[in-house]
């Protein structure tokens, strides 16, 4: 192998090397924020665990008079006569 030779194979390995490192970076900063939930996300989720707790609350009193109002008007779209 001569002289010549030797350095083009170093700088094509050594330009590979780079893009290959450069993709990987590339890659790495787009999946971030895939991997954190993003605030409004978050909040939704507090959301819907509230939510569900509150069912859960309506499931195991429904014997409760306001759980039966709440369930009436909240679910079902009743309004008191009053």
């Given at each position: ?21 450069v993709s990987i970076f ?8 895939i991997s954190e939930p ?17 069912l859960e609350y309506m ?24």
């Open positions: 192998m001569t002289l010549r030779t030797k350095a083009i194979t170093i700088i094509i390995i050594i330009a590979l090397a780079t893009y290959a490192i590339v890659i790495w900063r787009l999946t971030i924020p993003q605030p409004e996300i978050r909040r939704e989720i507090t959301e819907l665990y509230q939510r569900i707790a509150d499931l195991e009193n429904t014997d409760d008079p306001e759980v039966i109002r709440q369930i009436a008007e909240e679910l079902l779209g009743l309004i008191p006569p009053d």
